[in-house]
C-alpha cells in the first residue's frame, strides 16, 4: 500500500528565510505532484515532476524529486508572506495518494 | 482556470437521507476523481472514471457510490449519508497525457447532522 509522509506538517517561519518542505512514499513510484491550497479555496498545481532528478522551479519555489531516495522537496527561498498556504504532495502509483499537507504561516 | 463546477456547493442534510454531488467539466478530459479533505487526513480517494460507465474504487469508497453516464458529468451519491461523511468534497479531472496534473474544483461543503 502506497504511503506518503510530508514533514513537517506546521511551520512557522519569518519572511526572508529559506526553508524545506520534504514528501516521503514509500513505492518506487516516479510520478510526483505538489499543490498549493489557500484557506477555504481549492488545490492549484504547482509542480509535476516525472523522473529522477527532476527539478522544477516557479518564483521562490522549487521542487525536486529523487525516485531512489523516495523523496521530493519543495523549497522556499526567502519566503514571503504572499507564499503562505498548504502544500500537498501526491504520489501516483495506480492511485493517486495524497501527502497529509504542510501548513505554512510566513510571518510578515 | 479549469471548467470545472460542483454543485451544491453547500449542503446541509440529515442522516439516513440519500444525498448526490455533481461535478460537471467542460474540458473533455477523459479521467474525473472525487475526493474528501479533513483535516489531519489530507485529500483522499473515494472513487474515479477513466471514462463514460467506467469507475473504480480509491481508497474510501464505503458509503459512497458514483455514476457517469457522460464524459462531463461524474455525479457522487451517499447512499444514507452519516455524520462521517460530513466533509469539504472535490472533484478532479485529468487528460490521458502522462503524468498529467490534476485540476480540482471548487469543492462542496457538506455537513450531516
Known amino acids: 500500500e502506497l504511503k506518503v509522509e510530508q514533514n513537517p506538517l506546521f511551520l512557522s517561519m519569518q519572511e526572508g528565510k529559506n526553508y524545506t518542505i520534504y514528501c516521503n512514499y514509500s513505492t518506487t513510484s516516479d510520478r510526483l505532484y505538489w499543490y498549493r491550497q489557500d484557506p477555504g479555496k481549492s488545490l492549484e498545481s504547482l509542480f509535476v515532476?516525472?523522473?529522477?532528478?527532476a527539478v522544477k522551479q516557479e518564483g521562490r519555489l522549487m521542487a525536486s524529486l529523487d525516485t531512489k531516495a523516495r523523496l521530493s522537496t519543495l523549497h522556499i527561498t526567502a519566503a514571503v508572506h504572499d507564499l503562505s498556504a498548504t502544500y500537498f504532495c501526491a504520489v501516483e502509483d495506480d492511485k493517486i495518494i495524497f501527502g497529509k499537507g504542510t501548513r505554512l504561516h510566513i510571518l510578515p | 482556470d479549469a471548467g470545472i463546477t460542483q454543485s451544491p456547493r453547500h449542503k446541509v442534510t440529515e442522516t439516513g437521507t440519500p444525498v448526490t454531488l455533481r461535478c460537471h467539466q467542460t474540458e473533455n478530459h477523459r479521467y474525473m476523481y472525487w475526493y474528501r479533505q479533513d483535516p489531519g487526513h489530507g485529500l483522499r480517494l473515494i472513487h474515479y472514471s477513466y471514462g463514460v460507465k467506467d469507475t473504480d474504487k480509491g481508497e474510501v469508497s464505503d458509503g459512497y457510490s458514483v455514476s457517469r453516464s457522460k464524459t462531463e458529468d461524474f455525479l457522487l451519491t451517499l447512499e444514507s449519508a452519516t455524520s462521517s461523511q460530513t466533509s469539504v468534497y472535490f472533484c478532479a479531472i485529468s487528460g490521458v497525457e502522462d503524468g498529467e496534473t490534476q485540476y480540482f474544483g471548487p469543492g462542496t461543503r457538506l455537513l450531516v447532522l
Open positions: 515532476l516525472l523522473s529522477n532528478g
